[in-house]
């Protein structure tokens, strides 16, 4: 898991709930990524910053919002608007350019009470 | 737009014996090919990577996986299991428009001893 931690391991969100996901990195990355993971559809882009203050929508960031208010934190929250946020959380980062590797970090596993 | 398949949800093999895990993409151009593992409830780990060159990409824990452009496959192999190589497999493939990573749906390798 390198040097992106994720916190934390384990979240309960309850009804009508926004929850902050936290992901930090201290590799130095310009670009971060936040993904969520269900089973039997592998990885799905939520969002992803390629330098510091700026940040794009992925293919499902329908009732997600993110900040990239520092180079090494990306944090994710989860609005009440997300319906079925039950699911895996990871967060990864890379030094920006296509042919760099995602490192990712442990993830989240949030789930709704 | 850009894809990857894995075929196979899950491979079973004998310790000793060799693996392949499939993969085969479809992309414009030239493609930026990844090999993930997950074991469980933890973040992917990064196996290996082809750019460009070589066609065998040798990577970690003595994977290795082979880039076919006629056939568009990507299959990782390793020359003997063994029981720890247990986990989920992801190969991916970047977009070249948003920089992100395609992920295709995971294969679940299962070593038995």
């Known amino acids: 898991d390198g040097g992106i931690t994720q916190s934390p391991k384990y979240l309960f969100r309850k009804e009508g709930q926004n929850v902050t996901l936290s992901c930090e990195q201290n590799l130095n990355h310009d670009a971060m990524y936040w993904y969520r993971q269900d089973p039997g559809q592998g990885l799905r882009l939520i969002y992803y910053s390629q330098i510091v203050n700026d940040f794009q929508k992925g293919d499902i960031a329908e009732g997600y919002s993110v900040s990239r208010e520092k180079k090494e934190s990306f944090p994710l929250t989860v609005t009440s608007a997300q319906k079925n946020p039950t699911a895996f959380y990871l967060c990864a980062s890379s030094m920006g350019s296509m042919q760099e590797t995602q490192y990712f970090g442990p993830g989240t596993r949030l789930l709704v009470l | 737009a850009q894809s990857v398949a894995q075929p196979e949800d899950q491979v079973n093999v004998a310790e000793g014996n060799p693996l392949t895990v499939k993969c085969t993409y479809s ?36 994977f290795e996986a082979e880039f076919n452009k006629s056939q568009t496959s990507f299959h990782l192999k390793k020359p003997s299991a063994l029981v720890s190589d247990s986990a989920l497999y992801f190969c991916a493939v970047r977009d070249f428009g948003t920089d992100k990573l395609i992920f295709g749906t995971g294969t679940r390798l299962q070593v038995f001893p």
């Open chain 2, 27 to 62: 992309v414009s151009g030239n493609p930026y090919l990844f090999w993930y593992v997950q074991y469980p409830n933890r973040g992917l780990q990064f196996l290996l990577k082809y750019i460009t060159g070589d066609n065998l990409v040798k990577g970690s824990y003595g």
